[in-house]
């Protein structure tokens, strides 16, 4: 008598072991305007997240595909798609705007109050962070950014960066950012020790509640310290 064929046998053994730890996947991050796509992809660009797919859109915009790193795994995580903001959201958006009286002198005063705290922190609202492997790395995409806002004012002025070096304290981390073209004269600190943030604010990009603009935050950690910015919260 013939055993049961069995369908699977030829497939993968399935284990109660994942192949690859969760991880953060994707994020998806609106343009403002639809002739804000280009800008938004070149700051990505310039930032050195690399294209995967850019597909057009039926009304002229279009939808990014993006890696965070180009030569990772790749396995469905470390995505940004970038997309243009859809019109019933722009219309919400324009609807909050008009409510509070944004810009009017009847500007609701909860408004001033969260621009504030923004600016003070660039994380004080929604933001997204990367992990960012060399600190050599940021210096470069923080170079590129920099240079590209000073050759292209239209470009430059929906771009704002912000800097935050590590806690003073650490010698050979205090020496390393005083030698940093990005970091030697950065004033402000971070609020966990060894390791440094620098961001970019952008105006292309929209979400929070206003709709106003995204903070990208970058993040490099010293090795041999388990006590850091991202492991350890410090108030
Ligand atoms: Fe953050």
């Known amino acids: 008598m013939n055993e049961p064929h069995n369908a ?102 909860a408004v001033a109050k969260v621009r504030k705290s923004e600016a003070q922190d660039p994380e004080a609202g929604f933001h997204v962070g990367f992990l960012i492997p060399t600190l050599e790395r940021i210096e470069e995409a923080f170079a590129r950014v920099k240079a590209e806002a000073e050759a292209d004012p239209e470009f430059g002025r929906h771009v704002e960066i912000v800097l935050n070096r590590a806690k003073p304290g650490t010698p050979d981390i205090d020496a390393r950012l005083d030698a940093s073209p990005l970091y030697r004269d950065v004033t402000r600190h971070t609020y966990g020790r060894n390791g440094v943030q620098a961001f970019v604010r952008t105006d292309l990009l929209c979400s929070g509640p206003l709709g106003d603009d995204v903070v990208i935050e970058f993040d490099y950690v010293f090795p041999g310290y388990p006590d850091n910015i991202l492991t350890k919260t410090e108030m």
Do not use: C, Q
């Open 8 to 109: 699977n046998e030829d497939a993968p053994e399935m284990t109660d072991t994942p192949a690859t730890p969760a991880t953060l996947g994707h994020v998806a991050i609106h343009y403002a305007k639809n002739e804000y796509g280009p800008m938004a992809a070149r700051l990505f660009k310039l930032l050195g997240f690399s294209v995967r797919e850019e597909i057009p859109l039926p009304d002229g915009s279009v939808f990014y595909h993006f890696l965070v790193d180009a030569d990772a795994t790749n396995n469905g995580d470390g995505i940004v798609y970038l997309s243009p903001l859809r019109r019933a959201h722009r219309w919400l958006y324009d609807s909050i705007h008009e409510a509070l009286g944004i810009g009017t002198e009847n500007e609701h005063p």
